[in-house]
């Protein structure tokens, strides 16, 4: 079954650790994101990659990495400088190039989720 | 910059009933799409529905419908028939069709449903 699949689920750190999250999708699709969840503030964008070996910055990027050097894969790296790392993060997918509006549906397609928590 | 508003952090319904969720946006923009998702405790996101902004009808999926009201910029969620399986977490979205670089979600609102 075609997916995306996020580990681990769960993820615990202690503060001045990086830790790198996954997220692999075997959609085709050429878009990748990751959104930061909160209770209370929705989803919000911390990276975002539209082919391989490009990626752009999203609201909330500082203290976040990451790379995309396969179309599956897009992992994201939480970093020391990541002042307040405990949230939900959710990695997401979209089909985005080659074809017209009519076709194209918009649709985010999203993985399970990775709960990190700083102790 | 384009704002999602969802004005209702929680909601409940009885369970056969219909209830209706809310969501404003803003945008200066004329093409685009609107979502609805739903979170479940499960936590994994799905697509309930989805509305082109071009598009006059109001987009339908089985028990849940769209009142979608472009010159208002309302995009509100009705769920007939509710079932205990609808309680969840709803997301309001908008994605520009000319860029396609970013969702904004609103914040999203609860639901329970009550048997």
């Known amino acids: 079954d075609g997916g995306i699949t996020q580990s681990p689920k769960y993820l615990f750190r202690k503060e001045g650790q990086n830790v790198t999250l996954s997220c692999e999708q075997n959609?085709?699709?050429?878009?990748m994101y990751w959104y930061r969840q909160d209770p209370g503030q929705g989803l919000r964008l911390i990276y975002y990659s539209q082919i391989v070996n490009d990626f752009q910055k999203g609201d909330i990027a500082e203290g976040y990495s990451v790379s995309r050097e396969k179309k599956e894969s897009f992992p994201l790296t939480v970093t020391s400088a990541q002042k307040n790392p405990t949230a939900f993060y959710l990695c997401?997918?979209?089909?985005?190039?080659?074809?017209?509006?009519?076709?194209?549906?918009?649709?985010?397609?999203f993985g399970e989720g990775s709960r990190l928590t700083v102790l | 910059a384009q704002t999602v508003t969802q004005s209702q952090p929680e909601m409940s319904v009885q369970e056969a009933e219909t209830v209706t969720l809310s969501c404003t946006y803003d945008t200066s923009e004329s093409d685009y799409y609107l979502f609805w998702y739903k979170q479940p405790p499960s936590r994994q996101m799905i697509l309930v529905i989805r509305?082109?902004?071009?598009?006059?009808q109001n987009a339908t999926e089985n028990r849940f419908s769209v009142n979608f009201q472009k010159a208002a910029k309302s995009f509100s969620l009705k769920i007939s028939d509710s079932q205990l399986g609808d309680a969840a977490m709803y997301f309001c979205a908008y994605r520009s069709s000319t860029s396609y670089d970013k969702v904004i979600f609103g914040p999203g609102t609860s639901l329970s449903v009550i048997p």
């Open positions: 509305q082109e902004a071009y598009k006059q």
């Open positions: 959609l085709n699709h050429d878009a």
């Open positions: 997401a997918s979209s089909i985005e190039t080659g074809l017209g509006l009519a076709e194209l549906t918009g649709e985010l397609f």
